[in-house]
């Protein structure tokens, strides 16, 4: 099966990909609120102002809010079309289907390239394919936002692959990337907010 019908597959188990379920918990509430103000208190809403900011594996948009607010520029691009589908009934910003790792967007077009759980699901033959595509679009001086599951234990899952943070680091060595928050889940996972700047 290719991520395409895994993701396929997990929508028609779970309904909605992104929040997964009606019954989102108020602990993942309160954690991605916790990414929010942490990602604002760090760079302030200004910053975003009028900046092209591309939400990778968009979901059905748990952040379009939080860009909205900050006034930017908003692409969402997602693997599932039911989710770019359920964006486009529900905010006025561009959302795209992708295939694979492969983006249409033009060279140095993005300034924030943020993605929220959504690397953990992919295998590092596609991630390699994927960090061209971000060197590509990401204009010089440009940042990136990432939230991603980076528990200390094997992953009993096929479809997510728990990494320390510092295997994004050394995959984006073209970024300056940090590890700013540890955030664990219900499910005791660890999740890590990394943010920097191109080198
Ligand atoms: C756990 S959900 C996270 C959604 C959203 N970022 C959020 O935090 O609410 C993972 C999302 O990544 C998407 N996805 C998985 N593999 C992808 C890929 N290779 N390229 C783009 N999106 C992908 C799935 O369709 C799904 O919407």
Not at 26 to 54: H, P, R, S, W
Not at 57 to 67: P, V
Not at 166 to 181: E, G, N, P, V
Request: proline content about 2%.
């Amino acid at each position: 099966m290719n991520y395409k019908e895994v993701w396929k597959d997990h929508f028609k188990k779970l309904g909605n990909i992104g929040i997964q379920r009606k019954d989102v918990s108020d602990k993942e509430q309160t954690a991605i609120k916790g990414i929010m103000e942490y990602v604002i208190q760090a760079y302030g809403y200004e910053v975003f102002k009028n900046q092209c900011v591309l939400d990778y594996g968009c979901g059905i948009g748990r952040f379009f809010n939080m860009f909205d607010s900050a006034d930017c520029k908003y692409i969402g691009l997602d693997l599932t079309k039911q989710n770019i589908d359920y964006c486009k009934s529900q905010y006025f910003s561009t959302f795209k289907e992708v295939d694979g790792e492969i983006m249409h967007l033009d060279d140095n077009s993005i300034e924030v390239i943020f993605t929220s759980t959504v690397l953990q699901h992919i295998p590092e033959s596609g991630l390699l394919k994927l960090k061209k595509e971000f060197d590509r679009v990401l204009v010089p001086g440009g940042s990136m936002i990432l939230f991603e599951n980076t528990t200390e234990i094997e992953s009993e899952s096929e479809w997510v692959f728990f990494r320390p943070w510092t295997f994004y680091k050394d995959l984006f060595d073209f970024m300056d990337l940090q590890r700013k928050i540890d955030i664990i889940d219900i499910a005791n996972e660890k999740h890590t907010l990394i943010i920097g700047g191109r080198k």
